[in-house]
């Protein structure tokens, strides 16, 4: 086994260690989407779950979170744990204010940051947030680079703590790619709001667009059709306090994302190297073994991570622009 990310893996014991009680866990907003970077965020919170024998007492995604609902599930000793990504900040403020929420409704609640990549798009509106998180007394964040450790420590909390991403305690129940001498290359290239001008800088040195893909090229038409009854069922469920519902859609929504995963593993598997601007086609690469080169996003993310964490695998570089 590659001892980097072996070490990667190891560093997520120290979130174990901030629960209070394993068998008196709360976990809100798990991905209910198709972004499959969140849907291996997820995988590896759901095995980190299992390997650490936490006992999970209510998952809900923010298609289906009620905080009336919640209520009746916190307890003095209840730990209450927040999905990980790259969302933290003003870019996506529907599950900002989620977390702003439970962090005002349980000012005695320990609640947990998973690993998060922190993006403001003014100083006003890191301040208001900021305001909101400081209050609480027993606030746990996990960043998983230096800008956002230092702004979290500054603003936030005072208990803050560097690790890496949830999706490496995946690591050791993939498969790993073969060594090949083959060329084959996927240029694994953002299209969202975070992409950058690398993507198109790539795209106009390639002869051939047929290797160039992001998660939705991966996707296919049922798999939107599904999150779209998932997500519809949710919101239902959520208006009648159908508990028992979410629980089931949970479930299936589970299933669901290790099919996808899967999916998109066989074909990454396909290629001998990997450009990515993705940074979970970064570390998927990594995690299955696959020579691969990661450029940055629009606001450094991908670099910071990076230099942060990945640097050392052997088979893993930053990409640099051949001009």
Same mark, same amino acid.
């Given at each position: ?17 901030? &629960? &209070? ?22 995988? *590896?919170?759901?095995?980190?779950? #299992? ?34 990504? *790259? ?40 301040? #208001? ?25 500054? /603003?936030?909390? =005072? ?15 993939? $498969? ?25 800088? &790539? ?9 160039? #893909? ?7 038409? =049922? ?50 190297? &990997? ?5 979970? *086609? ?6 299955? +073994?696959? $020579? ?6 629009? !606001?450094?993310?991908?670099? +910071? ?13 930053? !990409?640099? /622009?051949? =001009?």
């Amino acid at each position: 086994m590659n001892q980097v990310l072996l070490a990667l893996k190891q560093q997520l014991k120290q979130i174990e260690e901030k &629960i &209070i009680d394993k068998n008196d866990v709360l976990y809100f907003d798990y991905p209910l989407h198709q972004n499959v970077g969140d849907l291996l965020i997820y995988a *590896g919170t759901e095995q980190f779950f #299992k390997d650490y024998q936490i006992n999970i007492r209510l998952r809900r995604c923010l298609q289906a979170f009620n905080l009336e609902e919640v209520r009746k599930f916190v307890h003095p000793n209840t730990t209450i744990l927040c999905h990980g990504g *790259g969302n933290f900040g003003d870019l996506y403020p529907s599950i900002q204010k989620m977390r702003e929420d439970l962090v005002q409704a349980f000012p005695n609640n320990r609640i947990i940051l998973l690993p998060q990549t922190a993006h403001f798009s003014n100083e006003a509106a890191m301040q #208001k947030s900021a305001s909101i998180f400081s209050q609480h007394k027993d606030l746990h964040l996990f960043s998983r680079d230096t800008n956002t450790f230092e702004m979290m420590k500054a /603003h936030f909390s =005072s208990n803050v703590a560097l690790s890496p991403d949830m999706a490496h305690q995946l690591y050791g129940s993939l $498969p790993q790619k073969e060594k090949t001498s083959g060329n084959n290359t996927l240029y694994f290239l953002r299209k969202d709001i975070e992409k950058s001008h690398i993507e198109s800088e &790539i795209q106009a040195t390639l002869s051939d667009l047929n290797n160039v #893909k992001d998660w939705d090229d991966l996707l296919l038409p =049922s798999d939107m059709k599904f999150e779209l009854w998932c997500s519809r069922f949710s919101v239902l469920a959520n208006k009648f306090n159908l508990g028992f519902v979410k629980d089931k859609i949970n479930d299936m929504w589970y299933r669901h994302s290790m099919d996808v995963i899967t999916r998109c593993q066989n074909i990454f598997l396909n290629y001998d190297n &990997i450009i990515t601007s993705r940074l979970h *086609g970064h570390i998927f690469a990594c995690l299955l +073994g696959i $020579p691969n080169e990661v450029c940055d996003n629009s !606001y450094g993310k991908n670099s +910071g991570y990076y230099n942060q964490w990945t640097k050392d695998i052997s088979f893993a570089k930053l !990409y640099e /622009h051949k =001009s």
